[in-house]
């Protein structure tokens, strides 16, 4: 090893789904929206000034900024806006995880989480999921740096009640609690109402999954005012320019189009609600999903070898081979055209 090399940060890097690229494939293995972004952002693409990309874009982002205020009923002081809920959480982990105490997280969750603590030498100890995968609210009710959960969890796709979720802030403001919202608009709860009531509650969320736009690169917190200033003092010894003027112009027209953004998730909450039938009748143990994804695994069939077989027949979905969840598959919420195919394919599987 060179000299040098003692000097490096050495990071253990988070893997993403595959991006494959293939003709007729179905892509059911990174939680993508199978619907386009609301009509409007099409047009603002359209219509989009070339010549605005001379000038460097609001360092405030306060477009979007002021939309997302406007649409979940806060303050602007209440909103940080960043490059995908990934940056938002980044900065996050840096600017609140600064304690000698370790934060918590559950055992089976986002697996950024412990790259985020190792990457930034945050101590961390990490919480087991019950038999069932859920939660045990009880077990975060002690001394900590900080706690972040998702809500719902991924890769499990169950929801902690809000009384629950509330129950874990309630326990623990001596430090800051985030709650990663990924998910929250296929169904479930957001604990957003209580952040005027726990001026250390950060909720996260993105618009990689509702609203389509994962290849913009949108994500945003809502807080107190202190702790979005607290995150903005982070992002500006960054960079002051994380979010681009595209990402600002389009990110606007997603959140002012109200009725579409009801209709997709409506949609893919309707198919999720199918495939949970679909698949219990093929044989599979289906969790309870609040999300765009479902947790599965079947009692007579590998899920490696399900997850190989299901690939060479151009259907991806995500396999992560981890402690616990070995046996499981986490499969997007498609088109029902596209969970059509899914069926057709595993009920010749199980059948041979
Ligand atoms: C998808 C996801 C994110 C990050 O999404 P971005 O595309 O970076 O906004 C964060 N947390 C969880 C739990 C996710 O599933």
């Known amino acids: 090893m060179s000299a040098w090399e003692?000097?490096?940060?050495?990071?253990?890097p988070y893997t993403p789904g595959d991006q494959p690229d293939r003709p007729k494939m179905i892509k059911l293995n990174t939680n993508e929206n199978p619907y386009p972004p609301a009509p409007g952002v099409e047009k603002a693409l359209k219509e989009f000034q070339t010549d605005r990309l001379r000038l460097y874009p609001d360092p405030a982002a306060s477009m979007l900024v002021n939309a997302l205020a406007e649409r979940y009923h806060v303050k602007k002081e209440q909103?940080?806006?960043g490059v995908g809920s990934d940056d938002v959480l980044a900065m996050a982990f840096l600017a609140f995880f600064h304690s000698q105490k370790p934060i918590l997280f559950p055992d089976i969750t986002y697996s950024f989480y412990p790259v985020w603590a190792e990457e930034f030498r945050i101590p961390y100890e990490t919480v087991?999921?019950?038999?069932?995968?859920r939660m045990v609210k009880e077990d975060y009710f002690?001394?900590?740096?900080?706690?972040?959960?998702?809500?719902?969890?991924?890769?499990?796709s169950l929801e902690l009640g809000h009384k629950e979720a509330e129950e874990i802030i309630r326990h623990n403001q001596d430090a800051v609690v985030i709650v990663d919202e990924a998910y929250?608009?296929?169904g479930a709860e957001s604990v957003l109402d209580l952040v005027e009531k726990y001026d250390n509650l950060l909720v996260v969320q993105t618009f990689s999954?509702?609203?389509?736009?994962?290849?913009?690169?949108?994500g945003f917190a809502v807080g107190s005012p202190l702790l979005i200033r607290y995150l903005n003092d982070v992002k500006y010894s960054f960079n002051s320019y994380t979010m681009s003027q595209a990402a600002l112009s389009l990110g606007v027209q997603a959140v002012l189009d109200e009725e579409y953004f009801q209709e997709t998730t409506k949609k893919i909450i309707n198919t999720r609600e199918q495939a949970k039938k679909?698949?219990?009748?093929?044989?599979f143990t289906v969790l309870d999903s609040k999300t765009n994804f479902l947790f599965i695994t079947h009692p007579k069939y590998d899920a490696k070898e399900l997850y190989e077989a299901l690939k060479k027949a151009d259907i991806y979905v995500r396999y992560f081979g981890a402690l616990r969840i070995s046996q499981y598959l986490r499969v997007t919420v498609g088109t029902d055209e596209q969970m059509e195919a899914l069926y057709t394919f595993l009920s010749r599987y199980t059948e041979g």
């Open 128 to 133: 087991p999921l019950d038999q069932e995968f």
């Open 142 to 156: 002690r001394e900590n740096g900080g706690v972040i959960f998702p809500n719902p969890n991924a890769p499990t």
């Open 278 to 283: 679909r698949l219990a009748e093929l044989g």
């Open 6 to 12: 003692t000097n490096v940060r050495r990071v253990t």
């Open 209 to 218: 999954k509702s609203r389509s736009m994962a290849g913009m690169r949108i």
């Open 184 to 186: 929250v608009d296929f």
């Open 79 to 81: 909103v940080f806006v």
